[in-house]
């Protein structure tokens, strides 16, 4: 028996040359000599991810992982005398690209629900990397990983021929050869799909035991352009009979049981007492009924198609591979520092124990981590910072974590012992750099040089002169400055190289951090207009022209790197004075080895920063004119990213929302789109002089002594193709002691009801070109009701966003 080769298949491999020689960016390719026949080439077709997720699909196939080769004309053998008149053949090919639940609109429980059959088998997500078993012809085997065969540049071992060694075990403890096996693939046209899970060759999550370990047998399918796969069954006993691992599975018959079912197996973490990373779920696409048009959810498949999708835990398997993650970064960044682990990574008190842990660990000794970032000691790492987690001291650091506590102190050389120090603030106006640096040399004494009192042209060069000169009569300098640019800090940097003695930079680091960029507009703009008129240069006045520049330090400050300075002290800029002093204070007699003060001292210091004053004024004559207002909106105080990251990750994995919000995300925070100041926008200079009561009464809100302080309830994510927005539910007076209260109440109590149909936050638009107010269009299509089938909502939870209103040009 031979394989029965296509036109249709044939037809499949030009079109996908077509395609990538028109978007080499949608579509690539890879030669490879076939291992027995050199002038047989074997090419590997790999496909944009993120394309997968679009419909209509731009690729001719939806298989991920696919091999062909191309016979020459003159080509001998077995393969170019099956396959006829075919100059094209599809040799290895794996299964369709298969979504979790919730990533795309065809896989939610509800879609799935209508448009798919029973049964439902769900077999084990293995945690490796993927073999394909396939015939290059009727007595040769082609064994590749996913994308590639042979071996590859860089790496002793590649995972293809890692799978080619196990097979050869498997095929000599059975008593069966190469060519059996490549006979049995040949006849069916089938490609052998399984997991590779090996630790001593690369670890990946979870771990496998001697028993586990070797190829996992998943799948068995037909290399064709349409996606055919054999039943389970029939896999398990394909491996029964050529000696693979087999997969362990469950069969249900309901969408309902499946959910279920994967619901307490993540929240038990494990499966017949295994970790488990998930489920992929076998089954098919149902026919529509009749006399129904296809709806938008329903699978883009045709009828009676075999079906996967999966079900991803997040636990414990995402915190693990965060670890796994952070640790490859730490190790490859060289100087150990917190600071360059992505605050995203430190969203689990675990993780922030295990960072500082692992920081402590690798320096401690760096033998264990030798070839970490070549896939070896990742589970035993992680197993000893578990068993850590059950010491007393790791149980009080993870208590600490959960609190809110953090290590605020990072020291990259300990063993370097400095003589002089520079303590550089990064900081932007209004974060208190100045009034800390006064309690510090109040309190011991530091040398303190401001960049502010520097009155020459050029006044760069002159700080960095003034700072060297008081190195010569001081220990420890203060150089306060922004220092908000890494050329900044660079230049601190070489006055220390250039110290005849050892001296190190000690950064005071007020990091925005997870802070959302208005709140940091507002504590900073609050404080600049608090101190009135006791600063050199930057004092407020009836212009607000303060706050167009605390924008600009906002827009331009570059964070601090890692290895950019000896030691950093991480400060709050939330923080109130005295907490920020003692924070510096802390830090520095743990940096320095100072003697602690007494609280007397730091008294003392409080008080002295009460009474300071600037040894020079500047004159603001060259001020900016304001720019003329464009709209009053109320400035938000929200991170977008981790409102959108936390609502749509819960519904693709607990609620099972109808929407494809985390694909619409996807394409505009990767086009860049991702509003950069999220506002509620209430009145807008368009919209008069209709509304020029609102816009005079937001602009005396603004203007107010006491400014109030609101708080928006936000209630739906609501989006299309083009635009997403938040919806505003509901706004109140946030009560605090320094906010005009009554002011607020009262305004609030004005608002039209047409207007609060309207209020929403724009989350992104999908191109520059579209407008903004699309969302405003949007949100009150959707709040009437309007029947549309582009327009999709979630709910949120207790979500809010505080903020003030501002009359704003952008």
Known sequence: MTPAFSNEDSQLIAGLHKLSQKSPKLVKSSTYPAPTNPSVTVRSWKMNEFKYYDIPSPFPTLARGIFTVELPPDADGDAKEEATEQTYRIVARGYDKFFNIGEVPWVTWPSLQSHTVAPYTLSLKSNGCIIFIAALTSSTLLVTSKHSLGPVAGSHVSHAQAGEAWLRKYLARKGRTEEELATRLWENNWTAVAELCDDSFEEHVLGYPPEKTGLHLHGLNVSTKAFKTLSHADVDAFADEWGFIKTASITLNTISEVREFTTKIAELGEWNGEAVEGFVVRTHVSEPPAGKVKSASASPYASGSSFFFKVKFDEPYMMYRDWREVTKKLLSSGAMSSASVPKAK???????????????????????????????????????????????????????????????????????????????????????????????????????????????????????????????????????????????????????????????????????????????????????????????TLRPDESAGHEEVIWMFLNTREDLAEGEVDAVIEMDVEEGLEDAVRRAVDGIVRVLGLEPPSEKKVMEALKAIDTYKPKVKKSNEKKKEKESVRYYGLLAEVDLEHVLWTRLGA??????????????????????????????????????????????????????ANPPLFRARLGHLVWNTRVMALTVDDLEVVDEKLAGVEKGKEFLEQLSKELKQRLHITVATKHASIPAVEAKTLVEAWRKGEASEDIHAIKLDDVFATGRIKGLNS
């Open 346 to 536: 430190l969203r689990r008190p675990e993780t922030k124990v295990y960072v500082r842990w692992v920081i402590d660990e690798i320096k401690r000794d760096r033998t264990p981590f030798s070839e970490y970032t070549k896939g070896k000691g990742i589970i035993a790492t992680r197993e000893v910072f578990l068993k850590y987690l059950e010491t007393p001291k790791g149980k009080e650091e993870l208590d600490k974590a959960k609190k809110g506590s953090s290590e605020t102190v990072t020291v990259a050389d300990k063993d370097t012992k400095f003589q002089k120090s520079i303590i550089a603030p990064v900081a932007i106006p209004g974060c208190g750099k100045t009034a800390v640096s006064v309690a510090l040399v109040h309190i011991f004494g530091f040398g303190h040089t401001q960049s502010d009192d520097v009155m020459v042209k050029k006044a760069a060069p002159q700080f960095i002169k003034n700072v060297t000169a008081l190195l010569k009569t001081h220990n420890v300098v203060i150089a306060d400055k922004n220092n908000h640019l890494a050329q900044h800090r660079k230049a601190l940097a070489d006055v220390a190289k250039a110290t005849s003695v050892p001296t190190q930079v000690l950064a005071l680091n007020w990091g925005i951090g997870s802070v959302p960029q208005a709140t940091v507009h507002r504590v900073c703009g609050d404080r600049v207009t608090w101190r009135g008129e006791n600063h050199q």
């Open 651 to 704: 519904a693709a994995n607990a609620q099972g929302a109808e929407d494809e919000g985390a694909r619409v995300w996807g394409v505009m925070k990767g086009a860049g789109r991702v509003a950069k100041r999220p506002h509620v926008t209430l009145v807008h200079r368009n919209s008069l002089p209709a509304e020029e009561d609102s816009w005079k009464k937001c602009a005396a809100l603004q203007a107010a």
